[in-house]
């Protein structure tokens, strides 16, 4: 049976396992296609932790951290509410398709009820054709109508050598 909890980012155990599902998500064809920096490793855990409006779950099964919600809190000023924006949400390769990231979400969308969000929102790439049927199954929608895409846009601040993504 998969669990899902809050992860405690003060705790190293918590701050490792969620630094090496996303090196395996980062690996991905559907992500980035690389695993993570040895540099990005070592500094995600601190980072995590100094980020008050960062909230992290973690999906166990048999006592084993199979996944991982990574989220920040947002504002609607359309709702004058917080907004949860899922930044990653990744399933170790071995333990897709068991409804995990399913749970997750559940997990989320849990949270988001208790602080009164407006709403979940997140991205994914348009190749990740499995992650995007998930979402749709869980109620996810283009808000702007079929017809209307949104686009995804950056500008990097510091030196892209700096940078892992």
């Given amino acids: 049976m998969v669990n899902v909890r809050e992860a405690n980012l003060y705790n190293e155990a918590d701050l490792q396992s969620i630094v090496f599902v996303l ?3 980062s690996a991905d064809p559907n992500a980035v296609g690389r695993p993570l920096s040895p540099e990005v490793k ?8 100094r980020l008050p409006n960062c909230k992290v779950f973690l999906a166990t099964l048999d ?3 199979v996944g991982a919600a990574i989220c920040f809190l ?12 899922i930044h990653d949400l990744a399933v170790l390769p071995e333990f897709r398709n068991r409804g995990i ?16 969000a407006c709403k979940v929102t997140l991205e994914v790439r348009e190749n990740n ?12 929608h283009n808000p ?11 500008r990097r601040i510091v ?3 700096s940078l892992e993504f």
């Fill in 74 to 85: 947002g504002f609607s000023t359309f709702n004058a509410r917080e907004v949860v924006n």
């Fill in 159 to 161: 030196p892209p050598e």
């Fill in 129 to 140: 054709q499995a992650a995007q049927r998930l979402y749709v199954r869980k109620g996810f």
């Fill in 63 to 65: 006592e084993q951290i």
């Fill in 144 to 154: 702007f109508g079929d017809a209307e895409r949104s686009f995804f846009l950056e």
């Fill in 101 to 116: 990231g399913s749970v997750l979400l559940n997990a989320v969308d849990d949270f988001a009820r208790q602080i009164n």
């Fill in 42 to 49: 070592q500094a995600l855990p601190a980072q995590l932790a």
């Fill in 23 to 25: 090196d395996a998500y």
